[in-house]
């Protein structure tokens, strides 16, 4: 058995400008590139994913189609959805990637049920950014028909759905399992299906991937958890002509950066607070936030990215 790694692929590793199905395709087998080398390396591997703009593409669909004959679907049956487009292209490109480089591996993609807690109060302050970003104007159009739309993090308008924390998963001892079985996992897709109680009854909501994927490296006890983004640190004062890039930080600076501000709420923020979380729970263990182009790095034992630790 190698080292178990999660790791949570951002959006950019799946989606750019470009949302037509074989523009993440190609997106997502240079993405498979990368993480082929993780298990290169000897690593087993837990993949996890977003699905933010896809989710909410998705939504926009079923809207536009919306009729009797060919009701709109809810948003957990919409996530199930996004988790099986995404599973299948990044499944394929794993396999065609281990298939080139000769590794004899197995993928398996888990269709995940997420377990949230009813009384979250994520339900009535929806705070999940999903889908195309608008125009303040647009935005203004959109929520006259009830939806709520946010500003995400200076880069437009998005809808906003109900974000529960995850509490358990349902599918973590089966994905254990595959991965003590050497094979490579896709599992807890945009964040899982929202489910709740124990008849385990779908709700409308996107649980954030960076939560999940931290509650799944704590069930399968990983070794590292790695979230993937668009940048290859995190900074202090981001954006700024006085940002500072992070290397290795403690959870307690962290902590205080936090409070101080330093993280935006809806695409930093996340990743922050699940790497504490991760750090928390595993002492002895390391949560790292980087971007996919710095794992080469890892392979030739360098440190990367940005390292937190208890
Ligand atoms: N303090 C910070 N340090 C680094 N990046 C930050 C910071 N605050 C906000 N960001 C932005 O957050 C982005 C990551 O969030 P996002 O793109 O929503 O995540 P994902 O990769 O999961 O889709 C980075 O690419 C960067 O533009
Ligand atoms: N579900 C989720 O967190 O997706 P993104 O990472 O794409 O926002």
Redesign the pocket.
Known sequence: MGKKVVVAL??NAILSDDASAKAQQEALVQTSKYLVQLVQAGNDLIISH????Q?GNLLLQQQAANSEKNPAMPLDTCVAMTQGSIGYWLSNAMSNELAKKEIDKQVATVLTQVVVDENDPAFKNPS??VGPFLTKEEADEEMKSGATFKEDAGRGWRKVVPSPKPTDIHEASTINKLVNSDVVTISCG??GIPVVGKSLQGVEA?????FASEKLADLVQADTFIILTGVDNVYINYGKENEKKLEQVTVAELEEYKEQGHFAPGSMLPKIEAAISFANNNPEKQAIITSLENLGKMEQNETIGTVITK
């Open positions: 951002g959006g977003g699905n933010g703009p989710v999940k950014p945009g964040g996107v649980i954030d991937k960076d």
